[in-house]
């Protein structure tokens, strides 16, 4: 039977998934603030900001799983 779960713990390159997964939040976090802010000054940046969002969202419920 296959594991569904994903090894957080298993190296890419230099670093684990879950170090790579914190960077991929970092940016995320960048994207919707760049895109919130366009959306509050001028009504733009809408779809930055929910793509962001969404990345930053899944981010969090995937590295939210504890170390073995």
């Keep these: 039977m296959v594991d569904p779960m994903i090894d957080l713990e298993r190296r890419y390159g230099w670093w ?16 919707a603030l760049f895109g919130l802010v366009g959306f509050i000054r001028d009504g733009t940046h809408f779809i ?3 793509v962001g969002a969404v990345l930053s969202l899944t981010c ?3 590295l939210a799983q504890p170390s073995r």
């Design 16 to 31: 684990t998934a879950r170090v790579w997964g914190l960077v991929l939040n970092f940016f995320s976090n960048a994207l």
């Design 60 to 62: 969090i419920l995937v």
């Design 48 to 50: 930055p900001m929910m």
